[in-house]
């Protein structure tokens, strides 16, 4: 993902185009820029603000914007480990339903155990 934002900066500074400058035309911080352009994802808000910036800064350099939160996402793709397999989901929600069984079974057993106990005693 690097990449992405050593791509961006390297137009920026072929067309002769400050940091400042983007960021004024952009509306974008100065903070958020750097970090795009040095790759820092994690200094950067949200994914939603993170793609809006991406986009709206290579829209600025006259770039396809559009193209580079595709080349994002796919870079990010990469990186989310796989969903977990139907089998284990399943065997998952079998064991969510055994132990709501179980809770019903003993909150039934400790109320016919406060019955017996009041009514006998």
Request: hydrophobic share 40%; charged share 30%.
């Given at each position: 993902?690097k990449?992405?934002?050593k791509?961006?900066?390297?137009?920026?500074?072929?067309?002769?185009?400050?940091?400042?400058?983007?960021?004024?035309?952009?509306?974008?911080?100065?903070?958020f820029?750097?970090?795009i352009?040095?790759?820092?994802?994690?200094d950067?808000?949200?994914?939603?603000y993170?793609?809006?910036f991406?986009k709206?800064?290579?829209?600025?350099?006259?770039?396809?914007g559009q193209e580079?939160?595709?080349?994002?996402?796919?870079?990010?793709?990469q990186?989310?480990?796989?969903?977990?397999?139907?089998?284990?989901?399943?065997?998952?929600?079998?064991?969510?339903?055994?132990?709501?069984?179980?809770?019903?079974?003993?909150?039934?057993?400790?109320?016919?155990?406060?019955?017996?106990?009041h009514?006998?005693?």
């Amino acid at each position: 993902m690097k990449q992405i934002g050593k791509e961006l900066k390297e137009v920026r500074e072929e067309k002769g185009i400050s940091l400042e400058e983007i960021a004024e035309k952009t509306k974008i911080q100065p903070r958020f820029l750097r970090a795009i352009e040095s790759g820092n994802w994690e200094d950067l808000p949200e994914e939603v603000y993170l793609r809006g910036f991406l986009k709206t800064y290579a829209d600025a350099l006259g770039l396809e914007g559009q193209e580079f939160v595709e080349s994002y996402n796919r870079s990010r793709a990469q990186e989310i480990p796989p969903a977990i397999p139907e089998e284990e989901e399943e065997e998952e929600k079998n064991n969510q339903f055994l132990l709501l069984i179980i809770i019903v079974v003993l909150i039934g057993l400790g109320i016919i155990g406060f019955l017996v106990w009041h009514f006998l005693l």
